[in-house]
């Protein structure tokens, strides 16, 4: 199956210009029983209010590979150690809001083992980070959910897409 690869605008607020560009490593995680874990996202922000269903991830850091920031992201935001299964594609999307490119490389990958969490204090406090552990409907449904905001529209034309191909990917891999 060919990797994804979609290009998407920001539907929700006019561009102006964009200044920067970020990479980011994102994952479609599952463990043995084919359960989803994502990250649920309380907000309150210049995006607005919500709570909202993501991938977990985050941005590359200087000097880092893919695989090493992905791993890393993991281990901090559901403390989970991985095993990389593949690349679902690539996903390059704008938030016009705050003038950024993303750039969001998503991986599929099976958990090995549970540890500790090492959550930053603003994914902790601005961001009330937590884990979600859903069915493959349950998570089709939240995405769907959250649609009605702004940044929720965006989130969901970003990873239902992803999560739809790593649907049709784990049956090769478990």
Sequence with gaps: ?????LELQDTQWPKTYIDHDRQIVRAIVVDDQQKY???RVQRDDDFGKGIFIETSGGGVEAGEDLTTALKRELKEELGVNVDILCKIGTVSD???LIHRHNINNYFLCKIVSFGEKHLT???IEDFHLSTLKLTYEEAVDAYKKQTSTKLGQ???NRE???LKQAE???SNYM
């Design 154 to 156: 965006l989130i969901t």
């Design 1 to 5: 199956m060919p990797e994804l690869n």
């Design 168 to 170: 049709e990917l784990i």
């Design 37 to 39: 874990y994502f990250v």
């Design 94 to 96: 704008y938030y016009s």
């Design 121 to 123: 204090q603003a994914e």
């Design 160 to 162: 239902l897409p992803i």
